[in-house]
Nanobody
Framework: QVQVVESGGGLVQPGESLTLSCAASGSIFSLNVMGWYRQAPGKTRELVAT???????NYADSMQDRFTISRDNAKNTVYLQMNSLKPEDTAVYYC???????????????WGQGTQVTASS
């Protein structure tokens, strides 16, 4: 089993920045894509950004200018730098990791518990 744990969420004022971290642990043979999604009140879960094990990134268009995803493969950790936060960024942010537990085995997607980000004055 793989555990995925987010940290760094909290309350900030509009215009400020926040960095989220997400670490994957457990009996992991390899990690593939890692990513961030978010779910605002009354809305469905939406893509924020993803990053491959080689560093290729993909962003939702609305996140491109203000958010940056990165990862540290040695630490099995993915980060999300969020700048110029707006009230509409308020949501629960979820991290996911695609992982193999065995060589040549299937890839499963594991999800963290989510962390609340609130941008409000």
């Amino acid at each position: 089993q793989v555990q995925v744990v987010e940290s760094g969420g909290g309350l900030v004022q509009p215009g400020e920045s926040l960095t989220l971290s997400c670490a994957a642990s457990g009996s992991i043979f390899s990690l593939n894509v890692m990513g961030w999604y978010r779910q605002a009140p009354g809305k469905t879960r939406e893509l924020v950004a993803t990053i491959t094990d080689s560093g290729r990134t993909n962003y939702a268009d609305s996140m491109q200018d203000r958010f940056t995803i990165s990862r540290d493969n040695a630490k099995n950790t993915v980060y999300l730098q969020m700048n110029s936060l707006k009230p509409e960024d308020t949501a629960v942010y979820y991290c996911n990791a695609d992982a193999r537990l065995l060589p040549g085995g299937p890839v499963f997607r594991y999800w963290g518990q989510g962390t609340q980000v609130t941008a409000s004055s």
